[in-house]
């Protein structure tokens, strides 16, 4: 019995994204954020810049625009648009970001944009939750959780990050 208990308990997904669900606010839905862990460095090191990701997407009848966002895990958050150029990335601060009905933005590691948290006041470990406030012209803050994780779960089944899980 204990073998099969063992067994169902590492097929189900971990409590966190079992408890995740999507934000309502008006006529946006917010769901799926999360961001990667800090890479490894030395003690004394500066902590490398993290980007958080997240799919907002506009169910209403009215366009939403998010202007900002801010954690306090971060002194600066910044919308950011990924642009590909030859075999290089580059980014670039955007003020705002455009929501029309029925649109929806996944920022994720391979979308054209992404929330670049500048200035981390600690790590990211795997498993951390920090808040993160969005803010929407007309509809004011959205406050919502992101999780540091390695593995990305998505409508098709598990993905993993470019980076893998340090054994």
């Known amino acids: 019995m204990m073998r ?16 995740a669900k999507p934000i309502k606010a008006e006529g946006l839905v917010i769901d799926e954020a999360f961001t990667r862990p800090s890479p490894r460095g030395k003690p004394g090191e500066p902590i490398p810049a993290g980007v958080a990701f997240v799919t907002i997407v506009n169910k209403g009848d009215k366009t939403y625009q998010l202007v900002g966002a801010s954690s306090p895990i971060a002194g600066q958050v910044e919308i950011q648009q990924a642009q590909r150029y030859g075999k290089s990335l580059r980014t670039r601060r955007v003020l705002s970001l455009n929501l029309a009905p029925g649109d929806r933005v996944a920022m994720g590691p391979d979308s054209e944009y992404r929330l670049a948290l500048i200035g981390l006041r600690r790590k990211m470990e795997d ?11 007309g509809l004011g803050k959205v406050e919502i959780e992101v999780e540091a994780r390695y ?17």
């Open 4 to 19: 099969w208990l063992l067994v169902l308990a590492m097929l189900l997904p971990p409590a966190s994204d079992a408890m």
């Open 127 to 137: 498993g951390d939750v920090f808040p993160l406030v969005l803010e929407f012209e």
């Open 151 to 167: 593995e990305v779960y998505s409508d098709t089944g598990p993905r993993y990050n470019q980076r893998a899980k340090p054994q």
